[in-house]
């Protein structure tokens, strides 16, 4: 089964800072890569699919990169309504997540 | 609009077998495989497994095959999810899920 490694497991930016989550897949995804967020007893929101592409009504700041084995989201102004769990998810062979990061403001 | 709405929360006792439902509208239904993922009070997200309602092949995880069964109804458009032999390690929020729509999520809690 192809593994997710994600990291940092939890990190606190100021307002306005600009925010990397990353993920390492065991294996070779190619770009079958998603990003979620999930707030506090709601079920998780696509933000990023096929690694870099937007999901509609997802705000601009939300991007993605990578291919292959490194994938990249980032924030590029964090704000007070981004405080949630993120996590990637490979779907090029079934599914699998990574660990999740916690987003704090400082 | 799409809707993804499943069965509501259980009680269960150990050893014991659930059986969650997901009903889905506003899309074809055979159109997309349906995935049921589970979170462990304060844990991440764990994929459970698959089903093609296509056809009705499925794909299980590792650690749920022989403990879980996904089935797909298209005269209902609804997926189940049934899992045996419950812990209380069991306790969990279940989702279905396809890619982009989830469902709301189904607390099952396993207690004696």
């Known amino acids: 089964a192809i593994q997710m490694t994600q990291s940092p497991s939890s990190l606190s930016a100021s307002v306005g800072d600009r925010v990397t989550i990353t993920c390492r897949a065991s294996?070779?995804?190619?770009?079958?890569v998603g990003w979620y967020q999930q707030k506090p007893g709601k079920a998780p929101k696509l933000l990023i699919y096929?690694?870099?592409s937007l999901q509609s009504g997802v705000p601009s700041r939300f991007s993605g990169s990578g291919s292959g084995t490194d994938f990249t989201l980032t924030i590029s102004s964090l704000q007070p309504e981004d405080v949630a769990t993120y996590y990637c998810?490979?779907?090029?062979?079934?599914?699998?997540f990574g660990q999740g990061t916690m987003v704090e403001i400082k | 609009e799409v809707r993804l709405v499943q069965s509501g929360a259980e009680i269960k006792k150990p050893g014991a077998t659930v059986k969650i439902s997901c009903k889905v509208s506003?899309?074809?239904?055979?159109?997309?495989?349906l995935h049921w993922v589970l979170q462990a009070p304060g844990k991440g997200l764990q994929w459970m497994g698959l089903?093609?309602?296509?056809?009705?092949?499925?794909f299980y995880a590792e650690n749920f095959q022989g403990r879980v069964t996904i089935t797909a109804d298209t005269s209902t458009d609804t997926a189940y999810m049934e899992l045996s032999s419950m812990t209380s390690d069991d306790t969990a929020v279940y989702y279905c899920?396809?890619?982009?729509?989830w469902g709301q999520g189904t607390l099952v809690t396993v207690s004696s």
């Open positions: 899920a396809t890619a982009n729509y």
């Open positions: 506003g899309y074809t239904f055979t159109d997309f495989y």
């Open positions: 089903v093609d309602p296509e056809d009705g092949q499925t």
């Open positions: 294996q070779g995804v190619g770009v079958d």
């Open positions: 096929a690694a870099s």
């Open positions: 998810l490979q779907d090029h062979n079934l599914w699998t």
